[in-house]
């Protein structure tokens, strides 16, 4: 199946600074890509949808000057986290959706801020 | 509000026991159905999905859902669990053409050897 990479897998950073987190569709162009969050033993919360070439479209709730969505291809969207804080510590996680509306999910990425 | 809802948070089954995970949502309208799996370690994988027809659908390992649009459920089932089927399982409704999805609040399954 096709297949969705997430770098870097694990990243810890300080508070105050700005981390970036990269979702790829290997095999296949993804014209949405989509974030979420998931926190410890819960369930997957949409953060946005990024689509290609436009602005990224935010859940309510979601700060968009604080998570940066960019989609400059047809097969990389980054999310930036910017001034991140203890509380921004979480399990993000990408997917990717082809012309036939099936979603492939990332790996994840997991943000610690200390 | 509308919403997912995955009642059975923990559910601990015997080997060869039979699985239904339950998987209801508020939503009017056409909707489309999942059902993804997460192993331990690993990325969530679809297990099945239902746009429209047969109400009964199978996926893989054996797994298979039934949509009962007068219940607005969805749930998961499975015959005879193996102790590989341990993993936590999330059911999701994508409700329009944004093709977003909803998940629900996840099911871990521990089949005991």
């Known amino acids: 199946g096709a297949v969705v990479s997430q770098h870097p897998s694990w990243v810890i950073c300080k508070s105050g600074t700005s981390v970036k987190i990269e979702c790829r569709s290997l095999d296949f162009q993804a014209t949405t890509m989509f974030w979420y969050r998931q926190f410890p033993k819960q369930s997957l919360m949409l953060m946005a949808t990024s689509n290609e070439g436009s602005k990224a479209t935010y859940e309510q709730g979601v700060e968009k000057d604080k998570f940066l969505i960019n989609h400059a291809s047809l097969t990389l969207s980054t999310l930036t986290v910017t001034s991140a804080h203890p509380e921004d510590s979480s399990f993000y996680i990408c997917s990717a959706r082809d012309r036939v509306n099936e979603q492939y999910f990332g790996p994840g990425t997991r943000l610690t801020v200390t | 509000a509308q919403s997912v809802s995955q009642h059975n948070h923990h559910v601990i089954l015997s080997e060869a026991a039979s699985l239904e995970l339950g998987c209801n949502y508020s939503?009017?309208?056409?909707?489309?159905l999942f059902w993804y799996v997460q192993y331990p370690g690993q990325h969530l994988q679809l297990l099945l999905k239902?746009?429209?027809?047969?109400?009964l659908v199978k996926g893989i390992k054996g797994f298979e859902a039934e949509f009962i649009k007068s219940k607005f459920s969805f749930n998961l089932r499975k015959p005879s669990v193996q102790w590989s089927d341990t993993a936590e399982y999330f059911c999701?409704?994508?409700?329009?053409?944004?093709?977003?999805?909803?998940f629900g609040s996840g099911t871990r399954l521990l089949v005991r050897p």
């Open positions: 999701a409704v994508q409700k329009d053409s944004s093709y977003k999805l909803i």
């Open positions: 939503y009017g309208g056409t909707v489309n």
């Open positions: 239902y746009f429209s027809g047969d109400p």
